[in-house]
């Protein structure tokens, strides 16, 4: 994957775990807000939800991140196995793929031959595996962008709850939400290069739903005094 490739990846990740953060912690305050009108109550239980949350998709994002590194590591040890054991029959591989890329078997034996000139090893992988053996993953790095990008999102209905008087604390929290998801679907949208119109609709119509449903649950909760 090269530079520009995996910057997307990075910034399509960070933007989903902004828009996680945004409303998990939304939906847990509306959820206590249903049930309670204690802005002490409210603001724990979505500070709890912000730390679990973030904790949760770091410790996620490395244990996966890691495995993933621990996959390609052992599949670029079997390839550099082959190559020292078997040149021949990699070379005719690597070969095959230029071709089935449309090169002709005389022109595609040529490259073969020549582009791991420089470094066979990082030829054959790149080709075969399409694995950057220089660039693979850090996991403490993913995990400590998912659960910034966790984080970043999540404040935003904190800050809502803290900063707003309390008979309106809950329509400002929708509000602040509704805003953030709308910001966010338009970002994903944009990375990923799909319609920005219908990504945002649909985002903030997910958002919408999960708080109404949690603001739902909490006020039954909360009348029948569990």
């Not at 973030?54 to 196995?81: C, F, H, N």
């Amino acid at each position: 994957m090269d530079k520009s490739g995996s910057t997307l990846n990075w910034l399509r990740a960070a933007v989903l775990g902004a828009n996680d953060g945004i409303v998990s912690v939304a939906s847990i305050v509306a959820g206590v807000a249903g049930a309670s009108s204690s802005a002490a109550f409210i603001l724990t239980a979505g500070i709890a939800g912000l730390a679990a949350g973030a904790l949760s998709m770091a410790v996620g994002e490395y244990i996966s991140v890691s495995t993933q590194r621990d996959t390609e590591k052992a599949m670029l040890e079997k390839e550099r196995g082959e190559l020292r054991d078997y040149p021949e029959e990699e070379l005719e591989e690597l070969t095959g793929i230029y071709e089935d890329k449309g090169l002709k078997k005389k022109t595609a034996k040529i490259v073969a031959k020549e582009l791991p000139a420089k470094d066979d090893f990082a030829a054959h992988v790149d080709a075969e595996l399409g694995i950057d053996p220089d660039n693979l993953t850090n996991p403490w790095q993913a995990a400590f962008a998912s659960g910034t990008s966790f984080v970043s999102g999540a404040i935003i209905p904190l800050f809502a709850v803290v900063f707003s008087p309390a008979s309106f604390r809950l329509p400002i929290v929708f509000i602040a939400v509704i805003v953030a998801l709308a910001i966010t679907g338009t970002l994903s949208a944009r990375v990923g290069g799909s319609n920005k119109m219908v990504a945002t609709i649909r985002v903030v119509i997910g958002g919408i739903i999960a708080m109404a449903i949690t603001f739902g649950i909490g006020k039954i909760v909360g009348s029948v005094g569990l």
